[in-house]
């Protein structure tokens, strides 16, 4: 063991974890060892009662906001907007409240009102010199929510909602009007900034309003409640419970460039009905929607739903407990799948398919589903205090019941609509096993050669650079362009007519999507997050479609897929489209193509005599094109028209707006769209 000393040749002092290290030997001289009992009995000087922190109030939450909200993000931000506007809705489900009044100022404040009971104003039992909303504002687990008989139903048993949303915020101001009284208290920062107020009297009022700021301390001095987030958690309240009118009101500089509006009145009689009959408006049923009750409303047992089956959209299912959104699903979820899946099964046992319908899942009969559900019970038990996730064991037995005889009776009295479903769910498990089937062929068989899809018509060219592929729709258009190519460099892959859109649909669907899967194949790049650009095996990725309105939606559900799952392939310069003619003008041995009728009326006067007989042909697609006709026009690079797909947008939340609103599942926002630039209607689509 090497010695070590100092200049002055005296020993130095060594404790702890260091002179361990050395063995204790210092500057040659060896020190005790230190025992356990030593050791433990200095530990013990240096941890003592002084070190025990007592966090009072509502300091914990502040010190620690994930573990009461989840965070400091923007989510979490309007989580607090949620815990509050969820007390109000608390009354109104007690029958206590009948509106609602919510409103966003410039300022950055949000305030939630409601005509119910009021919070308490009295002297608390327990703590003589508070009144009950002082206890209600500044204690974690206070409120009358562990009662049953004051809320039988309600979304926030935790006891700490209103409490976390005072804690988090630089400013609240709570009003209480009762007993003909108004009182008034404000708070800063989880603490009362005085005592309880009566500020007169108030014959004709009664309710609560809270009004409050977000802390800038807890989520940063740029933080603010978005407009449309709000907007749409609002309106989401009264499609959850049909006895209460909720109204909305919002500042107008914070809409500006918006869609969200100033001011809006929301009651909707029918419920989940009339918003899963609004959200689907724009989609092909496969059958009437589905939709029921069981219990009532706000009531331990009550369940609402509401459920259609489209042919052409992604499923969703959204879910709620107590009109508490449950994003991450839970035990009422399962009792849905399993009454839907239970009663198409008996269904089919009736009809003489049950052999059919053996290898169907509850995931079979959930894609392209459209679900609502709302559920109440007593005392819910959530995963965290976020409430994404339900817990409670009961509640699935409670939606189960509460939809199988429904569901039962709604296919026997329906028998048509109820045979197409059936129909419709077997070819999606028929679908699943192939794919399944498939992908364990893929894996047995697996070699080094790469997989691609049976009807591309790959080029030679093994390299990406100066290779290209077209994109084009159906076998019939796939054979010319297939003649038509240079084999060494251009590959040709044909679609089956309209793909997926993809910014209405999920990611279940879009992974069963056969067409889709094929191109990503081809192209051998991977998609979103694991799309590699070193890895895409073309050059140039040409949609190339029909130069008609049908050839134009195929290439808009096309450049959508790429923007949303492939941004890349964009940014990087990869993404075209071809610019086939609509029309052939001939005249003697002179023959000329025009892309629409524009230009056909163009090329009329600048390329024939007036008087002459020009023979005028219209291309039905590019199927109908001889192949000599196709590469001429179309893809010969020394003579064909590509148009580069770029964004020229700088900012990338107004492109991604604006292709939300004309491909999302808002058929309302597509019609405004129509509706504002209607003077253009007459105007050929495709002018370029």
């Known amino acids: 063991m090497a010695k070590i000393a100092n200049k002055s040749s005296k020993p130095l002092k060594k404790t702890g974890a260091i002179g361990d290290l050395f063995g204790g030997e210092l500057a040659g001289r060896k020190a005790k060892p230190a025992t356990r009992a030593a050791k433990a009995s200095a530990g013990e000087a240096g941890y003592t009662a002084k070190h025990i922190e007592v966090l009072e109030g509502l300091e914990p939450v502040r010190r620690r906001p994930g573990m009461y909200i989840g965070g400091t993000d923007e989510k979490a931000l309007h989580h607090l907007f949620a815990e509050v506007i969820d007390n109000a809705m608390d009354e ?5 409240a009948s509106f609602i009044e919510v409103e966003m100022e410039a300022g950055g404040f949000i305030s939630v009102t409601d005509n119910g009971r009021g919070i308490p104003v009295d002297r608390h039992p327990k703590f003589k010199d508070k009144s009950a909303l002082e206890v209600i504002m500044c204690t974690l687990h206070a409120g009358g929510k562990f009662d049953s008989e004051v809320y039988e139903t309600s979304g926030g048993l935790h006891g700490v909602g209103v409490s976390v949303a005072n804690a988090l915020s630089d400013r609240m101001e709570v009003d209480v009007w009762r007993e003909q009284q108004q009182h008034h208290m404000d708070f800063e920062r989880g603490k009362p900034k005085g005592k309880l ?27 603010h409640f978005v407009p449309e987030r709000v907007f749409k958690m609002t309106r989401s309240k009264a499609y959850l419970f049909g006895g209460v009118e909720i109204r909305w009101s919002c500042a107008k500089e914070l809409i500006e460039g918006t869609d969200v509006p100033a001011e809006a009145t929301f009651h909707f009689e029918e419920g989940l009905k009339d918003y899963l009959a609004e959200t689907l408006s724009s989609a092909t049923l496969v059958a009437d929607i589905f ?9 331990h047992g009550g369940a609402q739903w509401a ?3 489209t042919a052409d959209a992604d499923g969703f299912l959204n879910s709620y407990c107590n009109t508490i959104p449950t994003p991450d699903g839970g035990t009422h979820e399962s009792g849905l799948r399993t009454a839907l899946l239970r009663g198409l099964k008996d269904h089919a046992e009736r009809v003489g398919q049950g052999k059919r319908a053996a290898p169907i899942t509850s995931e079979d009969v959930m894609v392209g589903a459209g679900c609502m559900l709302s559920v109440f019970i007593r005392e819910p038990e959530f995963q965290g205090q976020t409430k994404d996730r339900l817990a409670t064991a009961e509640a699935q037995r409670i939606v189960e019941n509460a939809i199988k005889d429904p569901f039962d009776h709604w296919l026997a009295g329906n028998p048509a609509q109820a045979n197409k479903l059936l129909d419709f769910v077997a070819d999606r498990a028929d679908e699943r096993i ?3 089937q498939e992908k364990d062929i893929s894996r047995k068989n697996a070699t080094r050669k790469l997989r691609l899809p049976g009807k591309l018509a790959d080029c030679t060219n093994s390299a990406a650079a100066g ?11 796939g054979g010319s362009a297939k003649q038509a190519r240079n084999r060494a460099s251009q590959a040709v892959l044909p679609l089956r007519g309209k793909i997926l859109n993809v ?3 999920g990611k279940d669907k879009l992974a069963q999507n056969a067409q889709l899967s094929d191109l990503v194949q081809a192209l051998g790049c991977g998609t979103g997050s694991n799309y590699r650009d070193d890895d895409l095996r073309y050059d140039k990725v040409i949609v190339m479609c029909d130069a008609d309105v049908d050839g134009a939606h195929i290439a808009s559900l096309l450049m959508t897929f790429f923007y949303t799952q492939m941004p890349t392939l964009i940014d990087r310069g990869h993404l075209y489209l071809a ?3 609509l029309y052939r003008l001939t005249h003697g041995a002179k023959t000329v193509y025009a892309r629409n009728d524009k230009h056909k009326d163009e090329l009329l006067k600048k390329e024939f005599h007036a008087n002459a007989k020009v023979e005028i042909g219209r291309f039905k697609g590019l199927g109908e094109m001889m192949a000599a006709q196709l590469k001429e026009t179309t893809m010969d690079p020394k003579q064909r028209t590509l148009l580069k797909v770029i964004i020229v947008d700088d900012d990338k939340k107004a492109t991604a707006k604006s292709v939300e609103r004309l491909m999302g599942t808002k058929a309302e926002a597509r019609f405004e769209f129509i509706q504002e630039r209607a003077e253009f209607a007459d105007e050929e689509l495709l002018d370029v």
């Open 503 to 505: 910014q209405s649909a």
């Open 197 to 223: 107020q009566k500020l007169g009297r108030a014959p004709n009022k009664r309710g609560t309003r809270v009004r409050f700021h977000p802390d800038p301390e807890i989520f940063g001095p740029k933080a």
């Open 579 to 581: 610019v086939p003619p």
């Open 307 to 309: 459920i259609g089956w």
């Open 92 to 96: 109104a489900l007690a029958g206590h």
């Open 467 to 477: 290779s290209e592929i077209f994109i084009v729709e159906g076998d019939s258009a």
């Open 434 to 436: 192939r794919r399944r």
């Open 291 to 299: 939709t029921g009750s069981a219990g009532k409303t706000g009531q």
